[in-house]
């Protein structure tokens, strides 16, 4: 074994910052260095080469006696064979003196061990400046310490301290009867420190630090027991650091862990870190950060992790957070950012994903950053709000699962790229969907209070099953809505200020659809277009084609279907009147409604205006005497004329529909319309 270097410890990374470790020495001075490491040594029974056995065997040490306080104490090995020993430091035992505390610790060479079982182990005394309070498991070598029972306080332990060392500690036993203390726990300085807890207490006061150096490894297997990892008031740093400068790893398995400030994971350029929540409950007081200038990734496949700070992915440019839920239950209070400066991915396919109610879920957070949430599967989503882009470039993408939130917002600021995919699952919103960005409708189910397609948004629906909207839709002027080789049903309200393409689908309305001057429709060719309440058409939007498009009115009582002052906004293929359907026409000024061919019964057809209707189809021609309503006769300003439009006639499909009448004809052919009723007129 070799001296405690100086130099090894001036190399010691935490937070690039010289000031935390300002007030500790990692190693006493030189001479005292010496005198620590080669103080008391265990030799065991040299005399029959057995290096095993009970501390309190004064003739087992190096000068001859018990260690007591204020000693240096080191455990190594013999011709490669680490010494077993067994900690006994009974107070009530007047036969040897009671050790107050040690003047540190070394555990090294071929996997030398120390057990503790009972009674106190000290490391350093706070009233002597000289006092060296550090605890080295493994420091060039291979040491172990287990600990089953007892207290054992170090204010500073290293686990895996030089190149090509390895430090184990085991803490087992109950809360109340087996208890750990350390301010500062480095595992994985430039070797390989393992902690294994089953059970007890461990106490850390100050940080907890796993892959410290870019060599080291630090691991750590919570499985029973409690950790508490501790800040001091007005510190400015982490409570557990899992990947320093090194590779760090945490895998929770049971137990609870307080983290009382920060838990980063790849804190420092070229650290990883990862945690594994697989039971057990790990409570974060303050915020946690998944990749902050390093490389981080959680996975909670079945414990709850509460936290009660913010959750980050990827603090820093050109890093990449990542969180995996797949069961368990991930309580977010303040809310959770994938995506802060750099990159962030949250893959959910099962478990429970709380955000509060007052808080959010922001994907792409920053200019320059990127998130991208995935649900799916049998994921569950709770928050309040969404922000998909709120200053970077964001994406949901929704397979599977649900998603049940107050709000959901893409595209936050101007400018922002934010994507929404709905292909499976359920989107229930209590409140409202703002779309600044693009939305896209192919599967699952689509609920929310209100659907606002603003200026700038893109709302598409499409997919081979009938995709229904269940909410009141309102797209703004400059804003695009596409309805892409399916059938769309919109349940509420749909108010269309923008752009509504169709290509080639069915569409329902099964509220009141209104049109507003800026907007229109595009359709092609076959697009069915069924209103099962009021059509209100103000258009005054050239870009209006329906000509080569069908709309019925389906469903008993009076339609209202109110027409525009621009000929192309009122010209069908063909109108039909489903199940005796009454139709009330209107217009805000003289208009025509042209169609190539009318299904129903013309007496269900009113004209509630003050002029004469007159109605053209191919070769006939009825005339109506206007019949307004008595409550709004003062407001009709105009009459309504219905006629046909025989120059925009085109080639009739090739099948008509059952619901067509008796008496029709082909393209090229003579025209007839014969409505129903006893007394009903043939025309031709």
Known sequence: MKKVELEKTSRIFVFGMALLFSTIALTPSSSQAADWYFGTRWIGDSANSNLNGDWNVGTYWTPTGVPTSGDGVSIGALN?????????????????????????????????????TQDTLTMGNASDPYSNPYTYVGYSDIGTFNQSGGTHVSPTMFLGYDVGSTGTYTLSGGRD?????????????????????????????????????????????????????????????????VGESGTGFFTQAGGIHDVMHQLILGRAPGGSGTYELQAGNLNTYGDTYVSREGTGTFINSGGTHTADGTVWLGSQPGITGIYRLSAGLLTANLGVV??????????????????????????????????????????????????????????????????????????????????????????????????????????????????????????????????????????????????DATTAVFTGTFSLDGAFYSDPSTIRFMNTLTVASTGFISASPGDIYEVSADFLNYSTNDSWDTNAADLFFTGAGPHRFHLSSLAAANTWDELTLLNGTTLDLSSDAAATLFVRLLNGDIGNITNTGLYPLTINYGGGELVLAPVPEPETYAMLLAGLGLLGFAARCRKRKDLWRALELPGAQLPGKSTYFRHQGPDSPTMG
């Open 80 to 116: 490669g064979v680490g010494a077993v020993v067994h900690f006994v430091n009974n107070q009530s035992d007047r036969t040897i003196p009671y050790l107050e505390y040690l003047n540190g610790l070394m555990i090294d060479g071929g996997g030398a061990t120390l057990n503790q």
């Open 177 to 241: 009867t087996s208890a750990l203390t350390t301010n500062t726990a480095i595992f994985g300085l430039y070797g390989q420190g393992n902690f294994t807890q089953t059970g007890g207490t461990h106490t850390v006061n100050k940080f907890l630090e796993l892959g410290a150096m870019p060599t080291g490894i630090g691991t750590y297997r919570l499985q029973g027991g409690l950790l508490t990892t501790s800040t001091p008031p007005g510190a400015n740093y982490p409570s557990t650091i």
């Open 338 to 483: 994938v995506g802060q400066v750099g990159d962030g991915i949250f893959d959910q396919t099962g478990g429970i994903h709380e955000v509060g109610p007052s808080a959010a879920l922001t994907i792409g957070n920053n200019t320059g950053s990127s998130g991208i949430y995935n649900l799916s599967d049998t994921g569950q989503l709770t928050a309040g709000n969404v922000y998909v882009s709120a200053g970077g470039r964001g994406q949901f993408n929704q397979t599977g699962g649900s998603n049940n939130s107050n709000n959901v917002v893409i595209g936050v600021n101007p400018g922002d790229i934010g994507n929404y995919n709905l292909s499976g699952g359920a989107l229930t919103v209590l409140g409202s969907i703002v779309n600044n960005g693009e939305f896209h409708y192919s599967g699952g189910t689509l609920k929310a209070g209100q659907f606002l397609n603003n200026a700038g948004g893109a709302f598409r629906v499409s997919g081979p099953a009938e995709q229904i909207v269940q909410a009141d839709v309102t797209t703004a002027g400059g804003s695009t809505t596409t309805i």
